[in-house]
């Protein structure tokens, strides 16, 4: 077997023959026009675009669209490949829902292992005032780079569970369009990779939310940075709208909108986000990436041409903020509803009761997936925008507030009274319920003016951001990698370490936030490599250096974690089919699921939260006339 | 864009040979209708914040409502072509639907010649793309005019430039022998994806042609 018979092998030859491509494009078209031969920003820019097509040409994620258009018939595949080793599937474009999955969750774990590494380098940096060992320039590439590249970690995790379980949640055999899904996870790795390689054509300094006109007289870095957001974007568009066709047509008979399994609504309303607020964050860096090209001065103030327009101003740098708030809001609701949506599927299994108010947990994540699109202006109270905007964004954030304290009672509700099992999931669940209530607390303070104002752009919000992350997604995610690692790969990992990973991180995230929240009032500020010893009565380094401390105790919780999976893997306990005594359909197959799931049509029988019910089920997986 | 466009236009589409039976063919052709009206609204935020861009932008000394003194003549000519073509591709989706084949084959030809015409006309006409045929109206650097001007024909153009290769697929298609009245999703796609497209520029047309007062003076 020949390293290209691997689909990523071949997609990574694609991606760099299309930067080529796209470079000698651009030479011999400057060439024809009498320009000089060799510009950076646009060669670089026309490469970038082109690498994304080479590599999803080089990968086989198109063959199938390019074969339709001769107007060839592609059935799908279903399987392994034939005359390969099973395993080669994970590294090849492959239709399976579960094998998308599990690809999604891989990238995204290693992306966020690169993340955090990036933040490990410049906490370390943090942990003493004055300069130590990074400069100015790559301090603030860092930081954007630790930004930007958790949210593409969290959106391959939020599409790693959604891809995985949706499917089986519902007793679908697969998703409704198998080769969009694979098309939409591929979008990732060109994306992930330009962005990576931004860092060494001189990276981008005006941190991930890339503000003009800072952003749009950066470094060359910016263009390859749009570009990975754009590819990212894409999978983000393609991936909801196939979820959310998913939800719609293909649900069991029986299986009204109201007898899903909750994790369903969270994704359902997750993806209604996804499907149109992402466009908001594309067109935003589509005007600064023309405005650097072309010279279209959506941002530029200096616009007054005087010929055409004598009285009229020039662009607008608060119109971008606009319009990138109003993605990059809602995206925080993408990155924690399906979070929430683990943590209230989890829950009723460890406490052996129902759910406690379904329907207004479902309801719950809808609201805050329509009351998030109203929100956008609470980051931008001191941009200088129209005083009078301020005091309705003030209410309609704090309205968010609402929803999200039914899921908490809910949440206790669940677990009152109820016989708790104190697992690893559950351990993380109780973890993230602890961790989203500090964000969620600290919240209002950021979302009301008067305390905005001092706070703002300071390490305040830094703490408050990590901890509605940490909660809304990081905890939640790690509960259903333990939850389901029996499912996905039919063994068990080790409880012990589990329980150890858990003990460590859960205090040392506690000290992260808190710690950072700490800085912050005292005076510390977003994205400035230094800082005055002074601040604080002299307790800021102190401060800095627990918050540094305990993000390498996080850092070492998840690669025991990782180590733990590795090594259960493939020879673990076997786990047996249900080892949670779950209802939820998709633990009443055998472990690991087999290819095509379940072997006959779902048929639901009963409520999906009736724990604690004698002799009741939510679902029967047997042929009619069986049981 | 123009990927996943094509892809909903064709999926599970050239099976009306194979073995997929007809009830299969229309319950994917149901999945597939509703993945394009997510898509087209997923599409609608993108041509939305567009048209929040200009009105946010084309604002005068007191805060009125300005617009830049484009080619009225060019705008209207392009808008009328672009509105007769969504004729001919309803005309082509019906003639399908009742197996007139040479109909369906000759509308669609014409909705891909009035969609390059509109196209020719953006580029040539209102651009300038060549100076040396018409002398454009605007330029992207000039100011918040050229960059709104600019953005919102660019992008509706480059869905434009999608659909006409669309078409002219499913033209080429529809030649070879391929769909039936029973089985035709890919024009159904094609069709409301033109309309669509249609659709949008009858919200910029007004947007950057007929609102508000004009302000200075051509090229």
Known sequence: MSLFSLGIARGLVGQTLGMLVGMLLTVVTRVLLGWEAWAAEPAWTVGAVC??????????????????????????????????????????VDYNHKVIGVQYTVWGILLLMVGGTVAMIFRTELAQAGLQFLGLGLYNSFIGMHGMIMIFAILLGVGGMANYLVPLLIGAEDMAFPRLNALGFWFNVPGSLLLLLSLFIGGWDAGWTAYPPLSARGPIGYQLFFLGVFAIGLSSIVGSLNLLVTLLCMRPQGMSLFRMPIFCWAVFATSLIQLTATQLIGVSFLMVSVQRAIGMG???????????????????????????WFYSHPAVYIFVLPGLGIISELLPVFSRKPLFGYKWIALSSMAIAIVGFLVWGHHMFVSGYNDILRVPFMYSTLLVAIPTGVKFFSWLGTMWGGKIHFDTPMLFVLGAISVFLIGGLSGPILATVPTDFPLHDSYFVVGHFHATMFGGFVFPFFAALYFWFPKVTGRMYNETLGKIHFFIMTPAFWVQTLGQMGVGVMGMRRRIADYDPSLGNYQIESWHLAV???????????????????????????????????????????????????????????????????????VSTATPGDD | MSAIAIGHAEEQDHGHAHEIDLATYQENTRRNRLGMWLFFASEAFLFLALLATRFYLWRGPHGEIVRPDLGQTAGLV???????????????????????????????????????????????????????????????????????????????????????????NVWWLGRKGHFSSERHWGVEACAIYWHYVDLVWIFFYPALYLIGETIGAGH
């Open chain 1, 298 to 324: 959506f941002f530029d103030p200096r616009g007054i041409l005087g010929e055409i327009s004598p009285l009229v101003g020039g662009g607008d740098p608060v119109l971008f903020q606009h319009l990138f």
């Open chain 2, 78 to 168: 392009v808008t009328v072509i672009l509105l007769l073509s969504s004729y001919f591709m309803n005309r082509a989706e019906v003639s399908i639907a009742n197996n007139k084949r040479t109909d369906f084959l000759i509308s669609l030809l014409i909705t891909a010649v009035l969609g390059t015409a509109f196209l020719v006309g953006v580029v040539v006409w209102e651009w300038g793309m060549f100076p040396s045929l018409v002398e454009g109206h605007i330029k992207p650097t000039d100011g918040v005019f050229g960059a709104v001007v600019f953005g919102m024909t660019g992008m509706h153009a480059l869905h434009v430039l999608s659909g006409v290769v669309l078409i002219l």
């Open chain 1, 51 to 92: 690498s994304i097509i080479g590599f999803l040409l080089g990968v086989g994620a198109l063959d199938d669209w390019l074969q339709w258009t001769k107007g060839i018939d592609t059935p799908l595949h279903h399987g392994p490949p034939a005359d390969k080793p099973a395993w080669t599937r994970y590294f090849s």
């Open chain 1, 548 to 618: 540094t401390i305990a993000g390498f105790a996080i850092a070492f919780g998840v690669l025991l974690m990782l180590w733990n999976f590795f090594q259960n893997a493939e020879v673990g306990v076997a786990a047996g089919d249900n080892p949670w005594r779950s209802r939820s359909p998709e633990w009443q197959i055998p472990s690991p699921v087999p290819e095509h799931s379940f072997a006959a049509p779902l048929r639901v029988v009963g409520e999906p939260y009736d724990y604690g019910l004698a002799d009741s089920g939510y």
